[in-house]
């Protein structure tokens, strides 16, 4: 059994280290075309960071992961600097080309793997090959981008508020760099969060310092006359000066040879695959960031390239080549980023996508300890939950904040991967003591809020609907229920805000119109949402409560 | 709507917070013998530690959970010191005293809760009384153990090596203090870990210099002649110097109110409660420490209190009472506790409680990272995960080690709850980036590891089963697969040990002979694994692996 790989960087090595140990005898081959194997690109922003202090680390650490490794440790065979130029089906063969030498021969396969990975996208627009601008692919450009910090660039642009544009941008500001994002979209993480989570990592970018500019895509980087980079200028004309522009709108996958040799490609325009990872040539296997999942919840096609499942790829793959047949199931949309001191996440859908599917959604925000409050260094976890009426089916969840959010985001990837329901989740036995969560863990509580308001049991507004409120001249009572003296200290600053302690509210009541509606709010939610039962017990029957309170509420201006 | 509930700490409030949101009319009353309130037991080992400096902080902190704190905040009435003393079933009313004047009267309810906790188990034995003699049931036990450490005191011996004796047990290396645990079985937490992973904990403790005593009962403590604890003594006649003695030996849930009303008390001795948490009386309910639980995966009735099932119970006590009927499920057996720096915890089933239930069991010990090994501070965390062979169906986790492993227990906690298989835990789409986890989780490296083994691809063998055979005389090899100057540094002290590298094993392997069983071992298991499917390969078909290889082997006399 002859099983030939093009790509050594993740699912490509998975696949042999796999195919070895469970085939002593198979000829197994790994081609790559750049000279470094197996690289932790995941880890770049931490390197550029200098969280990651030794280049060497994403290559291996002490044990570099060259050709050699794999041979005497792993058992088979990587030639690098190897460039597949061809895929010849009817032959079984796969031109390569040695990119040393120039020398081009066939290597004969009875299964191809392709794992080709993906690459930056770098647009067509004025300037990006001038020096100073880079995208992150590989170690050599996170080593040129490390370097140029360390030679005293300062003004960074990054153009794009994905998932690397905040992981690259986190590493900046943390460098000391003047950074600023740019996004073409309305907010940031368009595709991983919902506008006011978005939102919210946005200000915390701003508090940290960094110019946020979004709604309309960068159009031109320009010089300064000596083939740097100077500026970033977007298509309606704003303008960015930089010395150094980080290329982050995202990665394509890298298709050419599967496109050439006939293969079917996926409606996101990743390579096609069945659930065994097969591609339309039964004889040829690809996994990694060259494909395309099942999205296990809507059973649509998503391009959701991470380096856990090109891992996971690796081993589908290997077990099907060896006859023990296996499907990967696909993704559950998760993603997670840390951004500076935050925990940010997503899994399942959005609520914008839910809503697009044609779900009655609905959802919750709550701020919650990651644990107990008494232990010094809890920190709050802001978290979204979003789940389907008619079913209470859990659908998503979004997680902000200092606090520990990536582990509940687990938690509920693990939930909705079974199908779980709101229920499901509030009667969870997840481990509690005083250091890891609270008695009521901070997805549960979220759980028991989004279950109160399905049985209409509390009456949320979001942050969305109020600030539309807000922004209107409607009539409506918007009820600080806070204490006097913090309400004095801030809040909402409108009009229409008046202050009732919750305490006071059984004696106070008469000082509200029974027929108005009432938004209540707090700090984090708990008061409001009590003050909108006292008020409903009293009969006021559009009392509501601002969901996540000020805690959560996304847009400072609103604030004072 | 009368509801009385007896009980004021963790299920009573929760019970009465709940109604009083579900209810604004309901009659709502809490009485509590104590005179302290919803107080944060779980933290009182913290507060030992001095990890919490301020007492108040176990009482709510900024706001003390006082009498007046319910009644203006959370809208419903306590009486503290209040005991009650009988319930008359046939008037529905409870005799209650209150314990500042002795005056006795009867409160009527249409709904009674109990919510009366559990209590430290003391056991019959000379010495209890003894100054210096704790248990830790309330923050004033709490503070007496503080102040007694403050004031000097230096040698602690902890009788009860469970989950509190744990937790205590650190507050007291960590304050200096010359520490014994005693242990009445023949392993630590031994409803918790199965024996090696117990071992691994108990080297960890006594790497801190805690003096481990197990085998026999605690059966008296010794005085120094003028009221105070002088020693501990086994009933096998060894004998522990210690000026402070704390019974940790579990604790028993408060069911003299129930029995004298002839309430049906269940096979644990815990209160008996339906799925609704209604006792066999109708209008009385029962939650938190004093009830016992449906363990979900056996159906049978545990007694496993803790704050997270009382708050859990409290809500659905409360939503029974008014008529929206909710189910509490039952208890995984999740527990979890912080040892010094380790991260302990477990879910399911032990491999001890799963074979005693038929199972044909398999298990794997795997050591990880928690998060990705180049980014600084990544620990491993040793998981052992257990599945049942016929059904491949997850039954249990148990975690050890400085690593974050709760996290992970979380994880299966959530699989166990949907009768999650072993590729479940694999197929998960959990969260990755490096500062969270590796691009293979730790949990889903095991269940890989795991279903390696259910297939036949990999062999293990349990540091159990190999113990017994160095024991033995009998012929074996074993196997030693790292690099010679690893080797050399220090490995299994055996005649039997042999050293062959991994990546020399193609090489060398005719200096084994083929009939013989041999057991290969590494660090972390990973070269054992690769070496053991190189041997099998080459036609030796004893070959096994050492499961978690040296990091994970619990006995440290076996090492040179």
Redesign the interface.
Known sequence: MKVLIIGGV?AGPKTAARL??????AEITVIERQDLLSY?G??MP?YIED??KDYD??LG?ATIRDAEYFE????FTVHDQTEALKINRDTKTVTVKDLRTGETRDLHYDKLVLATGSSPFVPRMEGTELNGVHRLYNPHHAEAIKTAINLGCRKVAVVGGGLIGM?TCGAFISRGCNTTVLEMMPTLVPNLMDEEMAQLLENYLVSKGVKVIKGSPAAKILDDGKGNAAAVETADGRRVEADMVILAIGVRPNTELAVEAGLEIGPTRAIAVNEYLQTSDPDIYAGGDCVECTH?MTGEKVFAP???????HG?VIADNIMG?EMK???????????LLDW?C?T?GLTEKKARSLGYDVVTTITPRCDY?????GAKHTIIKLIADRATCKVLGCQVVGEGDG??R???V???I????NVK?I????????????T???AIQHSA?VLRNKI?G?AHGVSPIELKAKLDSDEEFILLDVRGKDECDAGGLKDPRVKNIP??EL?LRYNELPLDKEIITYCVIGV?A??AE??L???GYEKARYLDGSLTSWPYPEYLN
């Open positions: 993740a070895r140990r469970l085939d002593p005898d932790a995941c880890g931490y969280i990651i680390q994403l650490g005497t440790q792993k058992g992981e296990i991470l380096g856990s499942t090109a891992n996971k081993r023990k990967f199931p696909g993704v559950s949309g998760t993603a997670v980023f840390k925990n996440g899994t107990s409050s008494y232990i010094p990536v582990k985001i687990d938690v990837a693990t939930a991967k079974f199908g779980s499901g509030a009667d969870l036995d997840l481990g509690y003591a005083p250091a890891y969560s008695a009521i863990d028991n049985q049991i919750v305490n059984k008061r949402y009590i039962r006292v409903r017990g009293l």
